[in-house]
């Protein structure tokens, strides 16, 4: 059975401090995608990122990085330099095999205090 | 484009009653699913559909009914609301793996309240 695991509920950060959200997943499927979605405080919901199973390249957009690790499970994403407009809820997610059927953790609170 | 829209956005019922919330898109997506959000929680699969007339259940899916009989159209059913059912409920679509990214499409939301 696939799950995410976000153990950060929340997390306050001043402006210009990096950041880094963890998430662990769980799958038993050698074929799976990960994704990152943010929900800023007007509730709808934003597409970051999405990672295949088979390619561990680490990428970076600006001012946010993900750093996937299938020795670990993990898939966390920095926000460098954290700016106000980056508090948001910030999820994880899963879909194994044909990608139909997405998990998401739990969510972290981010909160950027200027 | 419209993409995915959910109606209606707010919603609020007494125990035991029934409704059904709407879900719609224009993409052409094979998938759709619909989530609850509740604190603390993150989004909870509720049930999913790979195409029409194929749908399947998800993580928590009593109390609730789907049914897919158009590519683009995707109804939750509350068949006797109950207060644990009072959340705000998200209508997803997206193409599959193969044919895009597999991100999710989401609704605006809806916000349900069983009193």
């Known amino acids: 059975a696939q799950k995410v695991t976000q153990a950060q509920t929340e997390i306050s950060v001043v402006e210009k401090e990096d950041v880094t959200l963890d998430c662990v997943y769980e799958?038993?499927?050698?074929?799976?995608?990960l994704f990152w979605y943010k929900q800023p405080p007007s509730g709808e919901l934003v597409f970051l990122i999405r990672?295949?199973?088979?390619?561990?390249q680490n990428e970076i957009s600006g001012r946010y990085s993900w750093n996937f690790q299938k020795s670990t499970s993990s898939f966390n994403f920095t926000i460098t330099a954290s700016q106000v407009v980056d508090s948001a809820v910030y999820f994880c997610a899963l879909s194994e095999g044909g990608g139909f059927k997405t998990i998401f953790g739990a969510g972290t609170r981010l909160f950027v205090k200027a | 484009n419209a993409g995915v829209t959910q109606t209606p956005k707010f919603q609020v019922l007494k125990t035991g009653q029934s409704m059904t919330l709407q879900c719609a898109q224009d993409m052409n997506h094979e998938y759709m699913s619909w989530y609850r959000q509740d604190p603390g929680m993150g989004l909870r699969l509720i049930h999913y559909?790979?195409?029409?007339?194929?749908?399947d259940q998800g993580e928590v899916p009593n109390g609730y009914n789907v049914s897919r009989s158009t590519t683009e159209d995707f109804p939750l059913r509350l068949l006797s609301a109950a207060p644990s059912q009072t959340s705000v409920y998200f209508c997803?679509?997206?193409?599959?793996?193969?044919?895009?990214?597999?991100?999710?499409?989401f609704g605006e939301g809806s916000r349900l309240t069983v009193l």
């Open positions: 799958t038993r499927d050698t074929t799976y995608y």
């Open positions: 559909s790979v195409g029409a007339g194929i749908t």
């Open positions: 990672r295949n199973s088979f390619d561990e």
């Open positions: 997803a679509s997206s193409y599959s793996v193969w044919r895009g990214t597999g991100e999710l499409f």
